[in-house]
T-cell receptor, first 116, second 110 residues
Framework: SAVISQKPSRDICQRGTSLTIQCQVD?????MFWYRQQPGQSLTLIAT?????????ESGFVIDKFPISRPNLTFSTLTVSNMSPEDSSIYLC?????????????FGSGTRLTVV | GQQVMQIPQYQHVQEGEDFTTYCNSS?????IQWYKQRPGGHPVFLIQ?????EVKKQKRLTFQFGEAKKNSSLHITATQTTDVGTYFC??????????FGKGTKLSVKP
């Protein structure tokens, strides 16, 4: 199963600034997914990042606010831009763990963001 | 859009009692996956169900997929304090991403 290294694990940021979150996967994967989990809530998909093409954003999320890079098949970044307190959440990246029904999705350990 | 409804939102049990969480969808699911998230942790994959009527067991955990592939359940027998966490079902879908239910937060009193 794929292993993901996500950083930073947490940060406290001033409103109006930006934070870039990185995810490194130990194997090549076609698609990487970025989720947001607001405190005490479920996970909501922000966007799907494909190598060599622009990310696909879900309804309610826009590229200007959450620009994504996917320079190769093992790495992706998500930037939270012009932050406000409403952006305080846990951000997680995810990839398919492997092929077959025995593999689900593997998640990074998450980035706990607090905007003050 | 596609939604997966999950109940209950919270469940408090005494250690040794059983626990069940349910997921329902208004449309047929291609597959359903279950995840566990410990407090302060990230979701961890438990299992995937694909076939109509499928039942899978992992020690004290039993997972079921309905005949119509619109509902699923996770049952834990004789809960332990290590079972504490939030259990999410997720529609595996066809786009490669997951659509999560709201989760059931389980607390176990020793």
């Amino acid at each position: 199963s794929a292993v993901i290294s996500q950083k930073p694990s947490r940060d406290i940021c001033q409103r109006g600034t930006s934070l870039t979150i990185q995810c490194q996967v130990d194997s090549q994967v076609t698609m990487m997914f970025w989720y947001r989990q607001q405190p005490g809530q479920s996970l909501t998909l922000i966007a799907t990042a494909n190598q060599g093409s622009e990310a696909t954003y879900e309804s309610g999320f826009v590229i200007d606010k959450f620009p994504i890079s996917r320079p190769n098949l093992t790495f992706s970044t998500l930037t939270v831009s012009n932050m406000s307190p409403e952006d305080s959440s846990i951000y997680l990246c995810s990839v398919r763990g492997g092929d077959g029904a025995n593999y689900g999705y593997t998640f990074g350990s998450g980035t706990r963001l607090t905007v003050v | 859009g596609q939604q997966v409804m999950q109940i209950p939102q919270y469940q408090h049990v005494q250690e040794g009692e059983d626990f069940t969480t349910y997921c329902n969808s208004s449309t047929t699911l291609s597959n359903i996956q279950w995840y566990k998230q410990r407090p302060g942790g990230h979701p961890v994959f438990l299992i995937q169900l694909v076939k109509s009527g499928e039942v899978k067991k992992q020690k004290r955990l039993t997972f079921q997929f309905g005949e119509a592939k619109k509902n699923s359940s996770l049952h834990i027998t004789a809960t332990q304090t290590t079972d504490v966490g939030t259990y999410f079902c997720a529609d595996g879908g066809s786009q490669g991403n997951l659509i999560f239910g709201k989760g059931t937060k389980l607390s176990v009193k020793p």
